[in-house]
């Protein structure tokens, strides 16, 4: 069942990236190499200069202030196209800055749906029991009907058996109808665990 839901959360993912317009992406490549060759051609032209004209900075020699402009111009091209990145693209913010958050969420949760589980099997254990022993006293209660009719000296003590047979029988089916519903209530609960589980490793998929 996991593995068909993640086939559908994969084709899902796949039909949404097709529908994605590229036009964007595009215009994001494009503004980051213009922005990458205006910068690098502009700390070239600088550090050209400073080196010409052989002028220091922070009393450094004249061709290490020239390095010193290109590491900058360096450093500027990269801090600026991280802006870029950073600022029109959701996903890799939330990738960068918030992935450990939602790892975090996607394991606690993944733990809860193995204790709903767990809790789980033990209300059908505790189901299979009862049954077993709803058909152990529906046996003693055939036996005391066939011993009320073979013996009727022993009426009054039969039918006194009969009767607590009988409650405990009622106590048991009540406590099945009370199971059953205690299961369902799980299987919902768990089932909500399993969507959001679904809807974590989708964003983390996402997100890689």
Do not use: H, W
Request: a positive charge; glycine letters at 6%; proline letters at 1%.
């Amino acid at each position: 069942m996991d593995v068909e839901a993640l086939d559908v959360t994969s084709v899902s993912l796949e039909i949404d990236k097709q529908k994605q317009p590229m036009t964007s992406g595009y215009i994001l490549i494009l503004a980051v190499l213009v922005l990458g060759g205006v910068i690098a051609a502009s700390g070239d032209r600088i550090g050209s200069k400073v080196g010409k004209a052989r002028l220091t900075l922070f009393k450094l020699r004249p061709k290490q202030t020239a390095t010193l402009v290109t590491i900058a111009t360096g450093c500027l091209i990269s801090a600026s196209t991280l802006g870029v990145l950073f600022g029109t693209s959701e996903q890799l913010r939330t990738g960068v800055f918030d992935l450990k958050r939602i790892q975090r969420k996607l394991s606690k949760t993944s733990q809860e749906l193995v204790s709903k589980e767990q809790e789980l099997a033990k209300v059908k254990s505790e189901q299979n029991n009862a049954q077993s022993s709803l058909k152990t006293i529906n046996d003693n209660l055939k036996q005391a009907i066939a011993i009320q009719s073979a013996t009727a000296k022993k009426l009054v003590a039969a039918q006194k058996q009969f009767q607590v047979v009988s409650q405990q029988r009622f106590s048991l089916i009540n406590e099945i109808k009370q199971l059953q519903r205690d299961r369902q209530d799980l299987i919902v609960q768990k089932n909500a665990v399993k969507l959001q589980v679904n809807t974590l490793q989708t964003e983390v998929g996402s997100l890689n």
